[in-house]
């Protein structure tokens, strides 16, 4: 269950997937910031479900950046495996081997196939074959040739045929750099059709290099923050325990702000509260 703020910005990227989807508006990033505890997870747990209420999500990956290991080299290797999971692999097999049937690719979307395609399997089989053997992440993570890089390029050219839903959770545990180029290259394709979801803090350094970068080049106006009352005080906090659990009288729900610092707190008071 939501808040009203929260189900606002749920909506929101709803639309952002609706729009992809149904649209042809082709990739972008969208940036949900609010302080720490606003419910930022929260919405980011629910999305796919709200996705799911009207259309199936072709190819889902979810991040958390709390999960990941310090550092550039550490955390390469592990984005690339959360991007090319075994749905995203089965459909880059699926979509090389139909381009190798027809001969010259056909989807409307050649440059992007031969960018992001060709070799995509090889370079898949390659990348695994390094993470079964402990083989050492790339000299420069963050480059454009490095994993998290080139496994963004596969998944943005398999959604040419499968939407692809990415999900970041606490964007801002990314190194900086190696998170911008993994983003950018998950969006910077016309052809492809990815929605990158992020959840950043009100002064993340990872929202400002995106927004700053996307005013020109390959993502200009594919990088968006999600509109979010960021507020968290007392008089929200009141509010928001009013919605999550009308059963209160005035005087529980200022109890119950004033025992709360966050809108989490509420949330997981509520989650745990007994079933009537």
């Known amino acids: 269950m939501l808040g009203e703020r929260q189900e606002a910005a749920a909506t929101e990227l709803a639309q952002w997937w609706d729009g992809l989807r149904l649209g042809g508006i082709g990739s972008h990033a969208v940036l949900l910031?609010?302080?720490a505890g606003w419910g930022?997870?929260?919405?980011l747990d629910q999305?796919?479900?709200i996705i799911r209420a009207d259309a199936p999500i072709g190819l889902e990956v979810r991040i958390n950046g709390r999960s990941l290991p310090e550092g550039p080299g550490q955390q390469a290797p592990v984005l690339r495996d959360r991007l090319l999971g075994a749905e995203v692999r089965r459909q880059a097999a699926a979509l090389l081997c139909r381009s190798r049937l027809r001969g010259a690719p056909r989807l409307g979307a050649g440059s992007l196939l031969l960018t992001g395609m060709a070799g995509a399997i090889s370079l898949l089989r390659a990348g695994l074959a390094a993470a079964a053997a402990g083989g050492v992440?790339?000299?420069?993570p963050a480059s454009e040739n490095g994993a998290a890089a080139r496994?963004?390029?596969?998944?943005?050219a398999v959604s040419a045929s499968a939407p692809a839903l990415v999900v970041i959770d606490d964007a801002d545990y990314l190194e900086p750099g190696l998170a911008v180029t993994m983003i950018e290259n998950l969006i910077d394709h016309h052809d492809s059709q990815v929605l990158v979801v992020a959840a950043v803090d009100l002064g993340s350094?990872?929202?400002?290099?995106?927004?700053?970068?996307?005013?020109?080049?390959?993502t200009a106006g594919r990088v968006h923050r999600a509109n979010a009352d960021p507020r968290m005080g007392y008089q929200s906090r009141a509010e928001l325990a009013g919605e999550l659990r009308p059963h209160l009288t005035?005087?529980?729900v200022q109890q119950v702000a004033r025992q709360t610092r966050t809108f989490a707190e509420i949330f997981?008071?509520?989650?745990?509260?007994?079933r009537p």
């Open 151 to 156: 496994a963004a390029r596969i998944v943005a």
């Open 47 to 49: 999305l796919p479900e």
């Open 137 to 140: 992440a790339d000299d420069c």
């Open 40 to 43: 930022r997870s929260t919405v």
């Open 205 to 218: 350094d990872l929202a400002a290099a995106l927004t700053s970068r996307a005013q020109y080049g390959p």
């Open 268 to 274: 997981a008071a509520t989650k745990s509260e007994p």
């Open 250 to 252: 005035a005087a529980q």
């Open 33 to 35: 910031a609010g302080p």
